[in-house]
């Protein structure tokens, strides 16, 4: 339940990556329900790398779906696909679905990837593709881990990252919902506190330089999202980062029962547009 009050006397989550998976469950459906909204995106990124049947590819930090459907439609049964996380719970939920889904080709791994040993990988890697998405913003150090990323790829592998930049002004529902625009900042804020890079959207050719990465492009792609789903997806990130907001006085449980109960009167206005975050999709080549 978002914002009982159990939730307010947890300590901050412990992770050595920045974010590992919260225990929610509403962290899960809307991880997935993400996902589907951006599959389109996800796909067109994935194409333009020419990824194709037969190929190689690697989702590092899918969290509990991620890209991996995306990834093993276009590679096909005699593809290979990899998802990795930190969290073990996360990665139950994706092989729960990607079981029921028929992708049994998918292979499954538990771990950090600063850690995990190049043999873990590889097979199935090297890779043709490494996919990312809402993952950089979440490490200490986004260089050291596309360096790292980019040590599991086969020479001229690509990297498609996908991260949400700061200060956008999306996402958007009009009229305007003031208390969208306020905890979209709270949980730019959250990832900072907890020591990830939550602007590395905005750095990419420096972080790219710094990998020793090939930079190849960059643009920006603005999902349409349902005003509801899109609402509630903002009540289950600040219920999930209510222990994270309050840990670090980014806001009072005060001001997040108020947001909470604002987001919640906002699912019965009228809107006549709707947008989800803005992404940066930058492609890059080992
Ligand atoms: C915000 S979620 C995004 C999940 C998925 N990429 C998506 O877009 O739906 C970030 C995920 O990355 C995982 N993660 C973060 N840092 C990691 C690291 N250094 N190594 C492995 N997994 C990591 C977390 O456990 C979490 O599942």
New binding site residues.
């Given amino acids: 339940m978002i914002g009982s009050p159990d939730r307010e006397t947890m300590t901050e989550p412990t992770s050595h990556?920045?974010?590992?998976?919260d225990r929610q469950r509403g962290d899960h459906e809307r991880?997935i329900q993400?996902?589907e909204l951006l599959a389109p995106f996800t796909t067109e990124g994935c194409v333009r790398t020419g990824l194709a049947r037969g190929g190689r590819a690697i989702?590092?930090?899918?969290?509990p779906?991620?890209a991996l459907p995306v990834l093993a439609e276009l590679v096909g049964p005699e593809g290979r696909v990899l998802g990795?996380?930190?969290?073990g719970e996360?990665l139950g939920t994706a092989r729960a679905i990607l079981d029921e889904r028929g992708f049994k080709m998918v292979t499954l791994v538990e771990?950090?990837?600063?850690n995990v040993p190049t043999s873990d990988l590889c097979p199935p890697g090297p890779f043709d593709l490494a996919y990312?998405?809402?993952?950089l913003v979440?490490?200490a150090d986004p260089a050291a881990?596309l360096r790292r990323i980019a040590e599991l790829l086969r020479p001229g592998g690509r990297i498609v990252a996908h991260e949400i930049p700061p200060g956008t002004g999306y996402p958007s529902l009009t009229p305007r919902v003031p208390a969208l625009q306020r905890v979209d900042e709270l949980v730019h804020a959250a990832v900072h506190a907890r020591g990830g890079k939550y602007d590395a959207a905005h750095h990419f050719e420096a972080l790219c330089r710094d990998a020793g990465v090939r930079l190849l492009g960059q643009r920006g792609f603005l999902p349409a999202a349902q005003p509801v789903l899109l609402l509630e997806t903002f009540q289950a990130v600040l219920g999930s980062l209510r222990p994270v907001i309050v840990h670090h006085h980014l806001a009072t449980t005060g001001e997040i029962d108020d947001l909470l109960h604002q987001l919640e009167e906002a699912k019965q206005g009228k809107y006549v547009s709707c947008f989800a975050n803005l992404y940066i999709e930058v492609i890059a080549e080992a």
């Fill in positions: 990556a920045g974010y590992v998976f991880l993400s996902s989702d590092i930090g899918c969290g779906i991620g990795l996380d930190a969290s996360a771990a950090e990837l600063a990312v998405r809402r993952f979440h490490q881990s």
